[in-house]
């Protein structure tokens, strides 16, 4: 049986923009998003001072197929498990 899975990496990065209030940090946070990364989270802060510090997690949003095969569908499954790269999460497995 061949099973094929997608996965994506599961290694964020952090952004921080710092303006004078919610919305404008989080344009500014947005700004630095590169291209091929998704926004997963943005958390304000206001300390002492009054400008928001806007922080950010980001995630690159590819994401790749990998196959595997074995006599039945749980062998299969945990060959494909076994495949999975590390800082990498298996998101789907299909059945060919």
Not at 15 to 26: I, N, V
């Amino acid at each position: 049986m061949k099973v094929r899975g997608l996965i994506q990496t599961s290694q964020t990065r952090e952004l921080t923009a710092e303006a004078d209030d919610a919305e404008s940090a989080r344009a500014l946070i947005e700004e630095q998003v590169p291209d091929g990364f998704e926004l997963l989270q943005v958390h304000n802060a206001m300390p002492r001072g009054g400008r928001v510090i806007a922080k950010a997690i980001i995630r690159e949003s590819a994401i790749d197929e990998i196959e595997a095969d074995g006599p039945d569908y749980a062998s299969a499954r945990d060959a494909l498990r076994a495949r999975v790269p590390a800082n990498h999460r298996l998101l789907t497995i299909v059945v060919d």
